[in-house]
Structures are given as structure tokens and as C-alpha cells.
């Protein structure tokens, strides 16, 4: 079948996307690669077909037992959670939609999350989604089909490629089949919040958590104009800490927390559905959905990430211990790359117009564009996404 | 086991080479007399081996760029070791190549508790981190069982785990970042304190590859708050299966522990037999579980695994009371190797992943095996990830025995692809499972892998041997696929 009548059906297997790639790549045309193509507003450039994932949609094997979960890329994550809720399961990274941030429609797919690596703010104990990424099939930029990894959860056969195509935002290959490690989820969760703290000594009390007994698994700071805004509408500054496992450890650990925070005031509990919806919230950077400034994910050493903020106009929320850092911000982008690199960090545009991705300098960028080329040297997917695109 | 044939030529200039990395490193730091070398001439398995052309032991960043800068220049090769402890022969010398050994960058250079991780130099020993902060509560997770004396720069190049990898991850999940030096003598800093770096997860690849990427010369690793209380079971059961069967219930019951390890009976007999730490040996198969935590997670999840070992029939059930005692379950454990090593005059290890529910086929199969090749075999397990260590026991002066326990060996990894597992869970493929690459890799999948390879070391001078079949050069892996018979895009530039 030809590429144009495979893409009106979508494509249904790697040999379906291989024969799109490989036409494109023969005619000198761009694919944006799309999964539920909620994702699209960041830091794309045109292309000359968008090739969607959409039709492969389905789980291939998920063993509960073993803690792992094969799909097809384009399977869709509230399919692949509701299936791993029913067997007390989850995703430990927490995906987020960023759905209501992009102001799109779509549905995040499994494959576009890590393509992505996208992370929640579970991130700070159970890693990123790069650390779940156990194997995939995909189609290179030179269109040839491959695989890399393994279905099992400890494996070091081989370069670990799913690193690579981790955060690649596609420009790689493209995913047509992912492996992933599941964890069981917590039976229980609950939230400790603390009031009125400045950035700097939110990010002391939320290292002191971190840094004692407790597990904590979500560690965030609203400064008061975010906190002021819906959802939460607070009246002054936040900063929430979150603990999950068997009931009994997450009783002592509140406990044991909530004495340890004793100095920063006085603190509140949430029960567990409010703590659900709190880091959903979070996840989600709900407060800063509606307002139209360009917004920037800031990724920085915990200590020092408020810093990097300070240097800059706008208003921030943060997450990840003070390690992420949202930033709704007029600031230039050079201004904000320059601020970010100075605390030891990064940025990334989520949204706005103008280029995303921070570009890289010296030899880093030269081995970054020999990985590219290793993969795709045409420049055939996702143009404008990834410096060394 | 082959490797690439030696170069002639390059050992016929051995004395140039000497002068011109004594250039770089002067004094004690370069190794060329004979008697010294022998030192290097293999890693932890030694079952290979092979003199360099000589050793250099670098102490600064400067001098490993330039080090790799001039051998570039020059088409010499070279084999990065820490503490040449591999058990995949990462570390085994070449012929006509330098080794250049990191022993010297020793140095812990900061620990940062506000961002929870520690600034090494690659040539400090795993335990090393851990003995740095544990006076403050904190410790390095990944524990390989050689940690006293493997070093982080290894665990990078290998990706080492442990036996808490289950729970706390392996090398790749615990590194914040690294600084590089590349074949052509440019340094590049990966990643730093923060979570996230910008671009492509170089970091991420260069961990696991086994030193064929790069020379890592600093390392920033995360550093954990040691857990309030950690417990260890030691569960003895009746058959391997019961025991199987009881890992997929705790894992079912929603526990993740920080260690769940198994042994079977000859293994449990000879760590008994040189710890005595109490295992049952009449036991078919043994537990050991940790769980880790607060105090009241502890007792309760203590309780939990008890009631489901005992549902499957476990009938020696011992739960540590000190922190003395659990040391002790771990003892045998970790002393499995050596332990082992007292019972026959050599073993071979393998280090294949299955899926945990083949278990009881892979061990039934592998007994077969042992029988058909007329050699034992003892299995040590990280049965919470799937992860098999059986150990082949054979006697290296018997002619024919050492290439007995190799087929034998290759026999099981073979079984464990076949059965949905692979090659190496965490003793990396170096020159061990070289030949084996194809059984999980079709040779587009390894050119994939080979073209990452030229993107950091084009010249293919790093570590060559080691991982790969086959050495292709990088210019003929560039070239473009060939789809159903005819190039895709014949006129296109290939760069």
C-alpha cells in the first residue's frame, strides 16, 4: 500500500509507519509524528505530513505478576491506567495530560509520554519516565524497523536506547511498541500542608523532608499569587508534601513529619481524595492554565532552583522539591536559558510562540547532532523539536 | 572467544607509546615492564586474559583528554578499568591496546545534602559514597556484591545493580549527571544536581555501555536518607516452586521489598557450609526478604510475608531481631560467589533475566543440562526482578572443562532469551556474551546500537571487542537501509 492510503487509514503496524517513513525520507518531506497529538503546541516547525500513531492503540501484554506492561505506542494512558487501577497498579511516573495547559483535545498516549519523558510529581522518589522504559520496537528516521531492550524489568543487554528516545521528543524514530515497568499502587496517601513560607524556606522545610524517613513522594510550593488562584484560591503561600504506602507506614510518617515541620508553623492534613485532587492540581499546573503568558518548565538543582526565579520576572509555582519550577514569564528566551544555566538548570518552553528547546553549545551539541544523525541523518522526524534538530 | 587480531605494527611501537604517555603522565603513572602489567591482565573473569601494551593511570580530567586525544591521533586503542572487577571481561586487556586505569581519581569531591547527591571521582569505590554520608543518615543505593572494592565509574560503565535494585533501582536510576571525555579529547558535561538536562539523555546511554562511549571522570550520584528500620526473612521451603510461587504473592500483594533473593539447595549448602548463617540446608529453595521503611510498615508487611510463605508450605521461617542478625541472613548471601568457589576448583557465572513465572521450567531445564554436560551447577537468584545467577562449577586444569561450562553457560542464556528473558541483567555483555548479541538482536537492531557507537567513537578505538559481534566501520553503518531489495533513496547525499 502506498504511504498517502496508509496515513488515510492510519498506520497499523511498524510496517505500516516504516513504509511512511521510508517515502517521506525517499522525497525529502518532514513527518511530524503524533500520537494524540496533545503534545503538538511544543516547540514544533511545519512538516509535510503528520503521521499518527492513533491506530496502534492496543495493549499487547500486560503479566501483573511479572511488573510489566507492553503496548502499542499509540495506546491511549487512561486506557492503560484504568487497566492497571483494575489490578492495583500504576504507572510510577505519573504522567500528566498537560491537556488543559496546551488547550488541546486530544488523548495522551503511552508512547507520546515517553517520548516526552514526561513525569509527575512522584518523579522525586519513583523516577521519571525514563526510569520505567524497559524496551520498544521503533521506525529510525532511516526507516528501518528495530527494537531495543527487553519485556523484563532488570536488563543491561546492549546500549540502553530507551534512555535516548526518552525525552527525544520523536525526533529520533519513531515509538511503535513500548515496554514499561508497572509498580503497585499505594493503598493510601495523605498530604501535609504548610502555610506562608517564602520560596527560600519552603524549599529548606520541603529539603528537610526529603532528606529524613519519611518517603515523601510529592513535594510542592505555591508562592501566594499562585495559591491565590482556582483551584486552590489560598490566601497565602502553600507548600504541600505528600506521603503514600500501607495505611499504618503512612499514619507514622505524618506523624513523624508533621513533628519534624513543627518550626514552620502551623500545618494542615488532607484526607486522601482531597490529596488526589491536590496533586492532580499540581501535576497539571492548574493554576497557571488560564492565564495567557508564555510558560516555561524550569529544571534545576532543588536547593538552588528559587534562585533561578528570582533572577527572572513572573510568577512561579514549583514542584519536584523545588527541583521544577513553573514560570509564566515575558521574559526573553535567552534571558530565561541564560538564568536557568547560571543555578545549574534548564528550561524548556511548554507554551507560547518562539522556539522551546534551549539550544546547546560546544561539543555537546556536535555529539548531540551525531546522535540525531545516527538515527535520522535526512532530518525526516519532528522538525523544530530538539536543539539538536 | 575471540578477539579482534592484534596489530602488529602498534606493538611493534610499544617504546614510542611508553615515551609519549609518559609525556602526559609523568613519574609512577605509566606501566610498561612486563611483571608489572600482570596485574591487569584480566578483571573478574578471569577465565580471560591478556597482557597490555601498557597501563596508564591518569590523575586529572586534563590528562585522560589528552591521553585519548593523542591515542586517537595515533589509531592506538584503549580499554578503560576501574577496579577490574567485571564479570563479563569489560575490563579485558588488548594486545596491541593501553589500559587506562581511573584507580587514581579518588577523591569524594562534594557532598550536597540540600540536593541530596554527592560529586565523585569515578575511581572511588561504591561502598566509598555510602561510608562517605552515612554519619549523617544518608547512603548510595545500588550495592553490587562487589562493592568494596568495584568503583562508581565502573557501576556507570556497567550499570551495576545489587541486591536492592528491585526496590531502589539500578546505577542508571540513581546518576544526576557526569562529566565525559570522548575518544577525540573533548570533555562534555552530561546532566548536573538537577532531575531533568536539556537535549538528547546522553547520560542515560552512557550508562550501561560498557566503556566503549566515553571515559567518565566525575560522577554525581543521589544519595538516599537511610530507611528507620530495615528486617530481613530467611524462608525456607520444600521445593523451588513454592518458593517462586511465594514471590509472585508478595509482588501480587502489592509489596515491594527492598531485596527478595533466592538460592537453591547447593547454593543455600555452600554458603552455609562457609558463613554458617543459619540457612536450613535441607531446603530445596530459600527466601531471603528484606523490607525496609518506618517501624510500623515494617512489623506489618514482617507479618504479612510470613502468612503468605506459610500458605505455601514454607517450613523454616526465621525473622531477623537485630540489626547483627539481619546482617548475618545477608552474609551467606553475599558470600554466595566465594562460597561457592570452596566447592569447586572454578565456576562460571551467568547473569541471564527471565520473567519470574518461567522459574521452575528454567531451573528443571537447566538441571538437564548439567546432567548432559556432566557439571554442577549452583543457582543464586534475584528472584524480585527476574534476575539468575547460576553459577557452573568446573575445573579449569581438566582439559575441555573451561569450554564445557562455556557452551553450558551459553545453553542457559539461550533458554533465558527463548523463554522472553535476556542475556545480562546487570554483569553487562562485555566479551562473555559477545557472540550471543544475535540471539536478542537482529543484526538491523545492532546496527542501530553500532551507529551510537560511531556518533561518540568513530574511529571504533574504545574498548573494541567488547559488546559487539562484529566490528563494522562506522562509514559502512552509515549507509542508508536497504528497503525490499532496492536502496530507498539511491541519489540522496550520504554524509
Not at chain 1, 129 to 144: I, K, N, P, T
Not at chain 1, 165 to 194: F, I, N, Q
Request: glycine fraction near 12%.
Amino acid at each position: 500500500m502506498a504511504a498517502a492510503a496508509i496515513q488515510a487509514r492510519l498506520p497499523q503496524s511498524a510496517e505500516d509507519v516504516q513504509q511512511v517513513v521510508s517515502e517521506a525520507a525517499a522525497h525529502g518531506r518532514r513527518i511530524e509524528v503524533v500520537g494524540g497529538g496533545t503534545k503538538r503546541a511544543v516547540g514544533g516547525a511545519p512538516a509535510d505530513l503528520t503521521l499518527s500513531l492513533a491506530g496502534l492503540d492496543k495493549v499487547v501484554d500486560y503479566q501483573p505478576d511479572e511488573l510489566v506492561l507492553t503496548a502499542q505506542a499509540g495506546a491511549r494512558l487512561a486506557d492503560i491506567e484504568r487497566l492497571l487501577a483494575g489490578n492495583g497498579q500504576m504507572l510510577a511516573f505519573e504522567p500528566p495530560r498537560w491537556t488543559g495547559l496546551l488547550g488541546a483535545s486530544g488523548e495522551p498516549t503511552l508512547g507520546g509520554s515517553l517520548a516526552a519523558n514526561l513525569s509527575g510529581p512522584r518523579r522525586i522518589r519513583a523516577g521519571a519516565a525514563r526510569d520505567h522504559f524497559l524496551g520498544f520496537q521503533a521506525v529510525s528516521g532511516r526507516g528501518e524497523v528495530f527494537k531495543a531492550g527487553g519485556k523484563v524489568v532488570k536488563n543491561v543487554t546492549g546500549y540502553d536506547l530507551m534512555k535516548l528516545m526518552a525525552g527525544s521528543w520523536g525526533t529520533l524514530a519513531v515509538l511503535t511498541e513500548v515496554t514499561v515497568k508497572v509498580l503497585p499502587a499505594p493503598r493510601d496517601e495523605t498530604t501535609v500542608l504548610l502555610f506562608g513560607l517564602s520560596d527560600a524556606q519552603a524549599v529548606a522545610a520541603m529539603a528537610q523532608a526529603m532528606n529524613g524517613p519519611f518517603e515523601v513522594s510529592g513535594a510542592a510550593h505555591l508562592p501566594p499569587p499562585a495559591a491565590a488562584r482556582p483551584p486552590l484560591a489560598a490566601e497565602m503561600a502553600v507548600t504541600a508534601l505528600r506521603l503514600e504506602g500501607f495505611e499504618a507506614s503512612v499514619a507514622a510518617r505524618a506523624e513523624a513529619l508533621a513533628a519534624a515541620l513543627k518550626p514552620h508553623g502551623r500545618f494542615e492534613r488532607l484526607d486522601p481524595a482531597h490529596s488526589r485532587e491536590f496533586w492532580g492540581q499540581v501535576r497539571e499546573v492548574e493554576a497557571f492554565v488560564p492565564d495567557p503568558r508564555p510558560l516555561w518548565r524550569l529544571s534545576l538543582p532543588p536547593a538552588s532552583g528559587w534562585k533561578a526565579v528570582e533572577a527572572l520576572p513572573g510568577e512561579a509555582l514549583y514542584d519536584w522539591a523545588g527541583g521544577l519550577a513553573w514560570l509564566l514569564t515575558e521574559a526573553e528566551p535567552a534571558q530565561v536559558w541564560v538564568a536557568a544555566r547560571a543555578f545549574g538548570g534548564h528550561a524548556l518552553k511548554v507554551r507560547g510562540p518562539g522556539p522551546a528547546f534551549e539550544p546547546l553549545a560546544g561539543p555537546l551539541a556536535d555529539l548531540s547532532a551525531r546522535v540525531k544523525a545516527a538515527f535520522d541523518p535526512l532530518h525526516v522526524l519532528n522538525p523544530g523539536r530538539m536543539a539538536a534538530a | 572467544m575471540r578477539m579482534p587480531a592484534p596489530d602488529a605494527a602498534l606493538i611493534a611501537r610499544k617504546a614510542e607509546i611508553v615515551r609519549a604517555l609518559r609525556r602526559i603522565v609523568p613519574g609512577e603513572g605509566v606501566v610498561s615492564e612486563p611483571e608489572a602489567l600482570v596485574p591487569f591482565e584480566s578483571d573478574g573473569l578471569s577465565a580471560y586474559r591478556q597482557t597490555p601494551l601498557a597501563v596508564v593511570l591518569p590523575e586529572t580530567t586534563q590528562q585522560v583528554s589528552e591521553i585519548l586525544k593523542w591515542c586517537s591521533a595515533e589509531g592506538v586503542k584503549v580499554v578503560p578499568r576501574g577496579a577490574g572487577t567485571s564479570l563479563s571481561g569489560g575490563a579485558l586487556p588488548l594486545a596491541d591496546g593501553v589500559v587506562l586505569g581511573m584507580a587514581k581519581f579518588n577523591r569524594i569531591l562534594e557532598v550536597d545534602y540540600a540536593n541530596r547527591c554527592a560529586v565523585v571521582q569515578p575511581g572511588v569505590t561504591n561502598l566509598g559514597v555510602t561510608h562517605a554520608v552515612e554519619a549523617d543518615g544518608f547512603y548510595y543505593a545500588p550495592d553490587p556484591s562487589s562493592q568494596i572494592a568495584c568503583t562508581i565509574g565502573g557501576n556507570v560503565a556497567e550499570n551495576s545493580g545489587g541486591v536492592h535494585c528491585l526496590k531502589y533501582g539500578l546505577t542508571t536510576n540513581n546518576l544526576l549527571g557526569c562529566e565525559l571525555v570522548l575518544m577525540n579529547g573533548e570533555v562534555v558535561r552530561l546532566g548536573g544536581k538537577g532531575f531533568d538536562a536539556a537535549g538528547y539523555d546522553l547520560l542515560g546511554v552512557v550508562t550501561g555501555s560498557e566503556g566503549l562511549l566515553g571515559v567518565v571522570t566525575e560522577v554525581t550520584v543521589r544519595i538516599l536518607p537511610k530507611p528507620e528500620t530495615a528486617k530481613a526473612l530467611l524462608l525456607g521451603f520444600p521445593s523451588v516452586e513454592a518458593a517462586g510461587a511465594t514471590v509472585g504473592d508478595i509482588i501480587a500483594a502489592g509489596i515491594i521489598p527492598a531485596g527478595l533473593e533466592m538460592m537453591d539447595n547447593p547454593a543455600i549448602r555452600a554458603a552455609e557450609a562457609f558463613v554458617g548463617a543459619g540457612y536450613p540446608v535441607d531446603a530445596a529453595a530459600l527466601l531471603i526478604v528484606e523490607l525496609d521503611g518506618p517501624e510500623a510498615e515494617c512489623a506489618e508487611l514482617t507479618g504479612h510475608v510470613r502468612a503468605l510463605a506459610s500458605a505455601r508450605g514454607a517450613d523454616f521461617v526465621r525473622v531477623s531481631h537485630s540489626e547483627a542478625e539481619r546482617l548475618a541472613f545477608w552474609a551467606g548471601r553475599k558470600a554466595a560467589f566465594p562460597a561457592v568457589g570452596r566447592i569447586a576448583p572454578d565456576y562460571y557465572c551467568m547473569d541471564g533475566t527471565i520473567p519470574r513465572g518461567k522459574l521452575p521450567q528454567v531451573l528443571s531445564a537447566m538441571s538437564e543440562m548439567a546432567r548432559s554436560y556432566g557439571l554442577g551447577v549452583a543457582n543464586v537468584f534475584h528472584a524480585g526482578d527476574g534476575n539468575l545467577h547460576p553459577l557452573i562449577l568446573y575445573d579449569a586444569d581438566k582439559p575441555g572443562e573451561l569450554e564445557k561450562a562455556e557452551a553450558f553457560g551459553a545453553e542457559i542464556l539461550k533458554l533465558c532469551v527463548a523463554v522472553g528473558g535476556v542475556l545480562t541483567g546487570e554483569h553487562g555483555v562485555g566479551v562473555e556474551k559477545r557472540d550471543l548479541m544475535g540471539t536478542m538482536f537482529d543484526p538491523t537492531d545492532l546496527a542501530c546500537q553500532q551507529r551510537v557507537k560511531c556518533a561518540f567513537d568513530p574511529a571504533l578505538l574504545l574498548n573494541p571487542g567488547k559488546v559487539f559481534p562484529t566490528l563494522h566501520r562506522c562509514a559502512e553503518l552509515g549507509r542508508m537501509h536497504v528497503h525490499r531489495g532496492k536502496l530507498a533513496f539511491p541519489d540522496l547525499p550520504r554524509f
